[in-house]
T-cell receptor
Framework: IAGITQAPTSQILAAGRRMTLRCTQD?????MYWYRQDLGLGLRLIHY???????GKGEVPDGYSVSRANTDDFPLTLASAVPSQTSVYFC????????????FGEGSRLTVL | GQNIDQPTEMTATEGAIVQINCTYQ??????LFWYQQHAGEAPTFLSY????GLEEKGRFSSFLSRSKGYSYLLLKELQMKDSASYLC??????????FGAGTTVTVRA
């Protein structure tokens, strides 16, 4: 079934460790996004990419980095995890940055201790 | 940046109608979206408005007024399964898509 795959689905991580959340889509969508969701704050945009080879900063980019080497993959890296990065992370994609529906992955629940 | 406001919670009775309002201030505008999210699940797409007016899709309708920075989602003939969080999202002039904090709707029998 076509869609977005995130990995891992859940992870407990010690503070200071490096962590990469993986996101792969097979819909050949150009635009991809990373959001974090925290209770009472809704979905907040971390980084986005309108097309392969380009990335941009969202609302809460500090402590996170992304790359977009090809159309399908959009990994999110936490260089040195901190407890405030405990959250549920959603990867999403859209056919183009100016098109309609945003498709979401199932989410990655990250706990930083 | 963007400022997107929607009520935190709403409660309604099964079979009734509920209207969820969303106001926004954004640098440029390239569309407004509504998503539904059940607890522990990913958001799912409900509607997309880029022009003023009403978009109807079954029991759900969404309205947009760009001049007022205002949208609403109308849920008719409420069912228990409609209990969820409803997210308003706005795409700005740079094509960044930002979400409001969400409105939790509880449907009671």
């Amino acid at each position: 079934i076509a869609g977005i795959t995130q990995a891992p689905t859940s992870q407990i991580l010690a503070a200071g460790r490096r962590m990469t959340l993986r996101c792969t889509q097979d819909m050949r969508h150009n635009a991809m996004y990373w959001y974090r969701q925290d209770l009472g704050l809704g979905l907040r945009l971390i980084h986005y990419s309108n097309t392969a080879g380009t990335t941009g900063k969202g609302e809460v980019p500090d402590g996170y980095s992304v790359s977009r080497a090809n159309t399908d993959d959009f990994p999110l890296t936490l260089a040195s995890a901190v407890p405030s990065q405990t959250s549920v992370y959603f990867c999403a994609s859209m056919r183009g940055p100016d098109t309609g529906e945003l498709f979401f992955g199932e989410g990655s629940r990250l706990t930083v201790l | 940046g963007q400022n997107i406001d929607q009520p935190t919670e709403m409660t309604a009775t099964e079979g009734a109608i509920v209207q969820i309002n969303c106001t926004y201030q954004t640098s440029g505008f390239n569309g407004l979206f509504w998503y539904q999210q059940h607890a522990g699940e990913a958001p799912t797409f409900l509607s997309y408005n880029v022009l003023d007016g009403l978009e109807e899709k079954g029991r759900f309708s969404s309205f947009l007024s760009r001049s007022k920075g205002y949208s609403y989602l109308l849920l008719k003939e409420l069912q228990m399964k409609d209990s969820a969080s409803y997210l308003c999202a706005v795409r700005d002039g740079d094509y960044k898509l930002s979400f409001g904090a969400g409105t939790t709707v509880t449907v009671r029998a």
